[in-house]
């Protein structure tokens, strides 16, 4: 008799510091992109004032920089740029583990429940109010701002719409792929499943601090949504509710943000 086909191995899971590598090559692929938008600008204003002194040019340089809108414009394009390049390193470098389900699988692939999704949606609307009672207690009165909050309030109308579709789609879905793809893949390679969420939390808030002003005071309410994204992905099979759970808490935002704008507008 033939022996029964034993089903092919799984593949492994990223290293460690292969996913922590990919998270920093994330971050400083938005400043390099940065950088190189600055340095474009510069060489713009150089060819346009030829003959001019070089400090009058920084001067020109300078003073567009410095428009309300010129940050958010600069964040709106480099950052899904930024996002693109990342997600493309992570399908080269693990391809087989993209559709795989559970982990070390990425979970790109329909939840085990379509249930799943209507609790994806109750995490991304109830957890921001909840977040934010942590926060301000945690506060003590003193302003909690980032840096989507101030781009937003200085930017255009039209800026403004693009940046809120960038945080409400192109920021869950490659946060989500690296922090609960990549790195939960990681972490469960070396650490027992609560350590392994543990951590993953903690990155994803260190992750966000720069964005915070380094507010430690603000970190519990993106720890909490993140325990519940990982709690999302693990029990679906599946990355997609927790990319919808992290979307709509950022639409939530934007929504609080668009009515304070137009309150004071008004």
């Known amino acids: ?57 920084h001067q020109y340089a300078a003073a567009l920089m410095q428009r309300p ?47 799943f999704y209507l609790a994806a949606l109750a995490c991304g609307l109830l957890l921001p109010p909840l977040g934010g009672l942590v926060t301000q207690w945690l506060a003590h009165g003193q302003p909690v701002t980032q840096n989507v909050e101030q781009m937003g309030h200085s930017a255009t109308p039209g800026l403004r719409l693009a940046l809120a579709l960038m945080v409400v789609s192109v920021g869950p879905l490659v946060e989500e792929v690296l922090f609960r793809g990549v790195l939960l893949s990681a972490l ?25 002003h380094f507010k430690w005071y603000a970190l519990p309410d993106l720890m909490l949504l993140a325990v519940a994204l990982c709690w999302l992905r693990l029990k679906s099979g599946s990355l997609w509710p927790a990319v919808l759970a992290h979307g709509v808490n950022n639409a939530v935002a934007m929504v609080a943000l668009f ?8």
């Open 1 to 57: 008799m033939n022996a029964p086909a034993l089903p092919p191995p799984l593949p492994r899971a990223p290293g460690l510091w292969a996913a922590l590598g990919m998270l920093a090559t994330y971050f400083l692929l938005q400043l390099a992109l940065s950088l190189l938008a600055g340095a474009a600008i510069g060489l713009v204003e150089a060819l346009l004032h030829r003959g001019e002194p070089t400090a009058r040019i």
């Open 69 to 115: 809108d010129a940050l958010t414009l600069m964040v709106v394009v480099t950052v899904p740029l930024a996002a693109l390049i990342s997600l493309y390193l992570a399908w080269r470098c693990w391809p087989a583990l993209w559709s795989l389900s559970p982990p070390p699988g990425f979970g790109m692939a329909r939840p085990s429940s379509p249930a």
């Open 188 to 212: 469960l390679r070396r650490l027992p499943l609560g350590w392994s969420v543990a951590a993953c939390v903690l990155l994803f808030g260190a992750a966000h601090l720069p964005g915070l």
């Open 259 to 266: 009515a304070s704008l137009a309150q004071h507008h008004g």
